[in-house]
């Protein structure tokens, strides 16, 4: 009798232990689910992926500057929902695959349901495409396919910057008042972004009853544009369209001044900061879509730029301004839902309207398109600058 009593006092014990175990085993923190968020007691993480080697990671680096900026700016004032947000870094190496097992590493080793700041389209897609899966946002901040905001729209995908569709629309405006009557080569990066920015200027040039008379593309890394720049000196265009960024639109306008393209005919591109500097005076005269400027006069962009001067000793760039965009998409959206909690973040930064550093700023709930203003510049003589040019911003006038 004794025995069966120990034999029945251990079982009791044994399913008390277990029910216990499953209890606090369910209260663990889960990534996925409505109830998903980001970091632990003490912080927010948010996780940057992008590229910080290859031809884009002079335009990573600066992304990774931005967004840490907006970090320590908003840590300074006591963080979020009295919180810190913490950053976490990967390198995406402008490849997809690298890119995606990067973020899933934030989501599921480091518990970051935050993802920002990826430069290549196709980065930025593939990572896009598992945020449902993951219960996580991905906001975009530099990539510029239409797709994530159209046929590859989710819920959890989010843009702060500009895409290829509202750089197109400033370009149809700009064409129509300066730029027709040219025939035109173009010449881009040959992939996702290169070829859909391309087909959007040659769209805007044939609508205004101008050509298009030659294209060419070229793989990402491109050191020797000397066949290409030859090959348009030959078709003898107006004017050429450069749908090219970090390295590879340094080398090309670089090697173009030195054929004497660019003196002979108009060239049209996106100019970014660091291209401009890079090329210094061989970029005298190049006009193009330029999606943010230390310039432009908004009350938030002279204190940005005034914070973000003092702390790094040079003016932020479009990359600057547009991560730090992005950030600060999430930190207000995340203020608003007064949570970090995935599902409540989304609803909160759908429709969201707010004060930045390129003004009043709304969300469209519909694409999830940050709506910011846009602008034309044209490189420019500025004595006062190392590179000795600067960025004119000539349209539309502010």
Request: charge should be neutral; include cysteine; charged fraction near 25%.
């Amino acid at each position: 009798m004794w025995e069966m009593k120990k034999i029945s006092f251990s079982i009791s014990v044994l399913l008390i232990f277990m029910m216990l175990f499953l209890t606090a085993c369910s209260g663990k923190e889960k990534t996925g689910g409505s109830a998903a968020s980001s970091g632990g007691k003490d912080t927010i993480k948010v996780g940057i992926v992008t590229s910080l080697s290859g031809p884009y990671a002079v335009i990573g680096t600066e992304v990774v500057e931005g967004i840490k900026f907006a970090a320590e700016e908003i840590n300074a004032n006591g963080g979020i929902l009295g919180k810190k947000v913490e950053v976490l870094q990967e390198d995406d190496e402008g490849k997809p695959d690298v890119g995606l097992r990067k973020a899933e590493k934030l989501v599921t080793k480091d518990k970051t349901n935050f993802i920002l700041g990826s430069v290549s389209s196709a980065v930025g897609l593939a990572i896009g495409a598992k945020m449902p899966e993951w219960n996580s946002i991905y906001i975009s901040t530099v990539n510029k396919t239409p797709k994530l905001t159209t046929t590859n729209l989710n819920k959890n995908i989010f843009r702060a910057n500009h895409n290829d569709l509202l750089d197109m629309e400033l370009i149809a405006e700009y064409y129509g008042k300066e730029l027709k009557g040219n025939s035109w080569f173009l010449i881009g990066a040959d992939y996702e972004w290169g070829h859909s920015s391309s087909e959007g200027f040659k769209k805007i040039a044939k609508e205004n009853g101008d050509k298009v008379i030659g294209e060419a593309y070229t793989p990402l890394g491109t050191t020797d544009y000397s066949s290409q720049i030859t090959n348009i000196l030959s078709a003898n265009p107006d004017g050429i369209w450069v749908a090219l960024s970090g390295s590879d639109g340094i080398n090309f306008l670089k090697q173009a001044k030195s054929f004497g393209l660019t003196d002979k005919v108009k060239t049209v591109t996106f100019l970014t900061d660091t291209v401009v500097d890079a090329i210094g005076k061989d970029g005298l005269g190049v006009i193009g879509v330029s999606n943010y400027h230390n310039s432009v006069d908004f009350p938030l962009n002279k204190e940005f730029v005034a914070n973000f001067e003092k702390k790094n000793n040079k003016k932020p760039t479009v990359y600057h301004g547009s991560a730090y965009m992005g950030a600060q998409l999430l930190f207000e959206g995340i203020k608003k839902a007064d949570s970090a909690e995935t599902d409540k973040v989304i609803k909160a930064m759908e429709g969201i309207s707010y004060d930045s550093i390129l003004g009043k700023v709304t969300l469209n709930p519909k694409d999830h398109q940050l709506q910011v203003p846009n602008f034309i510049g044209e490189v420019i003589e500025d004595s006062s600058s190392k590179s000795g040019v600067t960025q004119k911003m000539i349209y539309p006038n502010q």
